[in-house]
């Protein structure tokens, strides 16, 4: 805390310091004309409609007078006598100049055009500002309001999947609440993290997005290049996302109620046996063992531990349970956002409320979100605006760790499930390994509830100094608590008739950001226009935790409430953790006509991570731009409403490691004399003094186009990112003690091709007609490891391949099943008909791991979206499309349930027997709890193309709407991932390819809660 | 000047900000302190939990030999099978050496940095280091056994380095030789807390290390007589004394701790000091699980606390079950090792001997009987009967030795039961090899014949007490390695000794070949040692070359 009064106390130095400025500010402002008012305009101002416009600025050109338009649009206004201008304007409109002269005699009525919207002038948010988009040099991409709005989203994160070039976003839990791994341009690092950095109006946040509220946002930029990136020096080299929430604006008070309500279903089953092929398939395995003896027509019931009386009673009476219909409902969904937006001249404000349902497929999963937001910015004076955005976000998942539905799969469909009075029976068969997967289901059985409670700000004060000169300072404290219970009762899979056990986690985190940014701004000559930034800034983290495990809670009811009663504690512990960044900054923009652009960015970041030696990392950046379309010689072409070229080189870093990874420390251990614990601590960790960042050097080329009045529009990218230093777990020979360290070495580079363009096919001819626009946008990339450890040796151990990707499948290759024909050939492999064949790679006649080869990778070679847009007499429809092509998964339940074991349930596949020489999978048998190279038939080719969302709309005519005193009325239905199509889906009895989680160490498809099909109904209604 | 003190003021302050603030782990100089060099020694022994009374550990000495093969699960029957599959890769094999060296890199830290710790008293400074040096000791006689050559590091690591080469047995045992001198000096005769390394300890290792050695390529000509004289010392001087009863020396809970024990790796009924990270400090005694059949789908069975979890690892050889134990007459060693009887748990009407039987708690369910019966009175039974003939990888008599009933749940992993490292059955059976091989067969034949006599049957009176101890019995000139190997098979059966006495012996190869139905097909002379691991290998400056594999493997 000390530090933080110490830098507290160094703004407020620093706030005098502007103060005193600020008092010397006004002498720059006298110059400004005075006049003598003689006269009083009246008039009105109306939209196209002649409906009247509140809240409109009229002011006198040249002059301080500016008055606003009341509720019936009208307003007065003192002119001088000579007569003037005066300048109407109002968000969403063309502002008009209207002269008038001293005595007018009667009202004036002006009428305001609605403004087209030209993309070339959006303002597009970038680090630390916001730039015109015809002025950008980086490589930015935007995600506007209307784009995340159209898909009725839970995460933030989902709502950019599929929407920007270069980044890919992949869903990683079907669960509700579930989060999403995005990554921009690839991955670049082996253990210090490849997620973005999330900028949320101008602060900087660690972890992800889950709390923000997908309607607060009112719009997403992705900074992809290293000179967009660098002024986010050291947290900046896996890019960044800002994100702007809504905010309020002057006029007419805005009410406006967005709902939408949903039903969703597993898009697909698992295809595993029934109870006749499960039966059938059991037997095979006791054959494969000559253990079945088909001569004996009793032999069912004869062949010991084969079939159990339920199993025997099932058969004969040709019954099949098949559980995941039994575990499997509709889910159901609803969200409520109320916001309230205006403000007036000096004050502006947006309130907003959300509340969101989500209750999943699977009893046990569901989450609930509620938000509240305030955002408010406020005119002290004509030079000094203080602001805040706060949210306050409070939100309950259940079942986030659940997974009942992977015990469906493997329960035996012989089983029975309830007895004769509808009771659950909790072990169907005598395997005493399987409870009923329907046990878990039972309400307070089992439970996994993470209540999670945040508030996160960002505070404001922006000061004037003088004519384009501006001081502005940024306060983000960021304050989460989480609070895990888990509770699993007796008659569950984890106790199985055992004692309950409970166990709790909580942690409180604080965050804060905070940073002194200068401005300058000034146009010289009006050619040179000049913007200068510097920061000075400080971030912090500081995490407590504490967390207990008990066994034998003594009353069910109990749950996780009350540990202290519980028959033994397991465990318990506390944790701390905390970690500064100190950050100097500066930038300068630079436009020499609205054609030559330069931006130079610098940033020294010091971070307590980091050894003594290498505490700070200096990041420089350039960029140019050429805004060809500018030209003289392109002036009157017809063609180009826009070309601009870019270049960009920079470089970024990353401190993504944990706290305290330089120093030595040692490890708790546990040992008991006799009955006496008997702790101790030994060598865990090797010092290292010379730990550093790693460091992203990009060099991006891009071109900006727009033709045809901007009909159609886009940018193309080229990028080559190499990332040295790389922060890696050296392995190190487990003769010394330890198994690793961490050091700065190896290299790997990304390399890519990002297209986007946005069409207008068909552009309205009236007021109502049919429009088509497409969006559409593509990127490849090219990810590779350069070197390791300074050198190119592969570390198979890690599975690291020079020349390829960070992850690789490496593995045995499946070229079939050994036929009974090849019994010898067989026999030299060590192996037997019926068996899995694998490619003897180097042809020595030995299965070694010599013969594992580079399978294939799951990053796609190419991904994209394509969103078409229609509209016709207030209907619209868009239909979103996602794709990814190229990469390789691998599918973990053609591993885990199809162990041909002959004890739990199977994926229903075509497995060997003698009578049935198929190449597909192997022999059932009943003494190997998996085949023998089993993981060689869980790949797959993972590419997929999905329509993500179809949304169709209707907007009710404004007199409809008028009838509930509402400016617009829109209802819609929408339906969510309606189709995939994929050869994994389509031929080899998969659900869904996404949902590798790339943060895992393990990049699987995990076998966990069905992908959905998902239908809502919407409502949005403005008053 | 204002802008000159607001950064004055912020420069200060932030750079004690990027000091790093140590709460929840500590560094460490702490071992150096007074306090932590006690954590160390500590922590020391937390290693001998990872590679006793686990799968780890169980498989890399029970399986593949004549005594165990492989049940119908798990996922190193390879190691059983000797087959390709066995190599480098191999996890068990990887995790032991690497759980061995962060062992010795422990012990290291302890004895190099004991002279200057400051405020111990010169006494505990000894014990302590003896402790560490006969843990360190014990880490290389494991890994010299396992592995042949192995790296040899007496100093703590405190740089990074990649280098490691692969010394001579005879300078492992060397090293160990020399530890556990120091420690049968250093060390007092019992210890307070009870687990610790004490004197018969380290001296009835030795006992075995010497023993060991005799028959490697380091053998020195006084080994035998050394061995013995060790082991006798053992027997003689510290008042241990084998148990009337084989079946009480395994009896759990206060039991554990009996006059045959000379030192036992400790578990504990509190799972905070019974070792919450599987990772580090082992998972209990897990032992109970791996010897089981799978009695819970059996007629009237259920899975139960008192029966046990069933992972059908490990499954007696029939050489096991008809040579080792074929005398059910006079020694007490196949009834008191193995269990015959399950009773019932989940009450009902079955089909059982083709017809239909009904149970109630606690009747008898399952036989296992150990020989064939007459047809008539196996169809008599009134439950399921299981013969030898009916042995499969799933039905085998289960070892009772690890069963742990005590567990509080059916699915609770980490046992609770000490593991017996070294007791005294033990010794007698190394002096009755050493005192043998060093000649004096008279010796031999006494220590044997104490082991052997212990086991025998108690008669219905004195005389024929007398009458079974004798036919237990066995004269000087009967003495043989088979003998003493298949007297160590009954006795110490499971207890993790059994592949290293094979090895030791030089009858590994013969054995399994012998009787053991699923390696013996594949096992090669090279089987004698371990694969050493390949990340070792690739994670040496110089690679193989450096750090060459033992032959065979690759």
Sequence with gaps: MKQIKSVLLGCWLMLLAIHSAAARGPAIADGAREFVAQATIHGKVVDGSEQPLAGATVSVKGSETRVSTD???????????????????????????????????????????????????????????????????????????????????????????????????????????????????????????????????????????????????????????ASATAIYGSRGANGVVIISTNRGNTGKTVVSYDTWFGFSNAYKQIDMMDGARFAEFKRESRRATGDYDDGDPNADANTPGLFSPVELASIAAGISTNYQDLMLETGNSMNHSLGVRGGSEKTRFNLSFNYMNDQGIIAVQDFNRYAMRVNLDHDISDRIRIGASILGNYSIRNGQSLNPYDDTLLENPLGVPYDDNGELIFLPTPDGLRSNPLAELVPGALLNRNKRLRLFSSLYGEVELAEGLSYRLNFGPDLVQNRVGNFQGKFTNARLGGSSAAQGNEDLVFNYTLE??????????????????????????????????????PVEEMQYYNFGAAEEILGTGSDFERWDILSYMGRANYVFDDRYLVTLTARIDGSSRFGRNHRYGFFPSVALGWNISNESFMEGNGVFDLLKLRATYGETGNTGIDPYGTQGLLRRTTYAFDETGAFGFRPNQLRNDNLKWETT??????????????????????????????????????????????????????????????????????????????????????????????????????????????QVYYDFEKIGIWQTHEADAAESYGRVPGEIKIKDQNQDGVINDLDRVILGNNRPSLTGGLTNRFGFRGFDLSVFLYFNHGNMIYSRFHEVHNTLFGRYNNLDVDYWTPNNPTNAYPRPNQNQEKPVYNTSMAYFDGSFLKIRNVNLGYNFPKSWAAKIKAESLRVYVSAQQPLIISSYVNRHQGIDPEGIDFNADSEQLPVDTPPQRTWLFGLNVKF | MISALFLAVVWSSCSRMLDEEIRSQVGDTHLSTPEGFEDGVRAAYSTLRTFHANELGMTLTVFGTDTYTMGSDGSYKFVNEYTSQFDPRTTFVRDLWNNLYIGINTCNAVIDRAPTVEGLSEEIRNVRVAEARFLRAYYYFTLVQQFGPVHLSVKETTEVTTEASRSPVSEVYAVIEEDLRFAIEQLPETSPDYGRAIKPAAAHLLARVLLTRATSEAAEDSDYAEAGALAEQVINDYGFQLLDDFAKVFEQGSGERNAEVIWAIQYTKNAITNGANSEADGTGNAAHRYFLMEYDVLP????????????????????????????????????????????????????????????????????????????????????????????????????????????????????????LAFRLAETYLIAAEAFMYAGDEAKAVTYLNEVRGRAAYDGLDEAEDANRRAAMMVTAGELSLDLILEERGRELLGEQLRWYDLVRTHTLVERVRAHNPDGGDNIQDYHVLRPIPQDQIDRTAGGSEAFPQNPGYN
């Design chain 1, 697 to 806: 050097r990009q060099f991006n080329f891009g071109l900006d186009f727009a033709v045809l009045g901007g009909r159609i529009s886009g940018a193309a990218e080229y990028y080559q990112q190499k990332t040295r230093d790389l922060l890696m777990q050296r392995q190190l020979p487990f003769t010394s003690g330890y198994g690793s360290v961490m050091e700065n070495v190896g290299a790997t580079q990304n390399t890519g091709f990002e297209f986007s363009i946005s069409t207008e096919n068909i552009r309205p001819q009236r007021e109502g007609g049919f429009s088509w626009s497409t969006d559409l946008n593509l990127a490849t990339n090219n990810e590779k490891i350069l070197e390791l450890y300074g050198g190119s040796q592969d570390d198979v151990g890690n599975r690291w391949f020079i020349g390829e990707p960070i």
């Design chain 2, 300 to 419: 009237g069975m259920n899975r139960n606390v008192r029966d046990g979890q069933p992972w059908k690892r490990f499954m007696p050889t029939t050489y096991t079950l008809e040579t080792l134990f074929a005398d059910r007459v006079n020694d007490t060693r196949y009834r008191k090792s193995f269990k015959d009887v399950f009773l019932c748990t989940r009450p009902g009407t079955y089909t059982v001997n083709g017809k239909e039987v009904t149970y109630a708690e606690g009747d008898t369910a399952v036989w296992l009987p150990g020989y064939q019966l007459d047809a008539a009175v196996k169809a008599s039974k009134n439950f399921l009967v299981i013969e030898p003939a009916d042995y499969t990888q799933k039905l085998y008599p289960t070892l009772t030795k690890f069963l742990d009933p005590e567990r509080p749940d059916m699915n609770y992993e980490a046992g609770s039961r000490d593991f």
């Design chain 1, 516 to 553: 002194n940014i200068v401005k300058y701004n000034k146009v010289f000559d009006e050619v040179h226009a000049l913007e200068l930034t510097g920061l000075f800034g400080i971030q912090h983290r500081q995490y407590e935790a504490t967390n207990i495990s008990v066994r034998g809670i």
């Design chain 1, 71 to 225: 509720e019936q649009g009208n307003f007065a206004i003192a002119i001088p006598t000579d007569g003037t201008t005066l300048v109407i304007s109002f968000l969403g409109f063309v502002t008009q100049e209207y002269p008038v002269r001293s005595d007018p005699g009667e009202e004036i009525i002006v009428s305001m055009q609605p403004e087209e919207a030209n993309e070339l002038d959006e303002i597009v948010v970038v680090g630390y500002g916001s730039q015109r988009k015809r002025d950008i040099t980086g490589a930015v991409s935007s995600v506007d309001a209307k784009s995340i709005q159209e898909v009725p989203v839970t995460q933030a994160s989902q709502a950019l999947q599929g929407r920007a070039a270069g980044v890919l976003v992949t869903n990683t839990s079907n669960k509700p609440g579930g989060g999403a791994t995005v990554r921009i341009r690839g991955n670049r690092s082996f253990s210090a993290g490849n997620d973005p950095l999330y900028v949320i109006d101008g602060i900087p946040i660690t972890g992800g997005l889950q709390d923000i509220p997908p309607q607060d946002i009112a719009s997403m930029e992705v900074l992809k290049d």
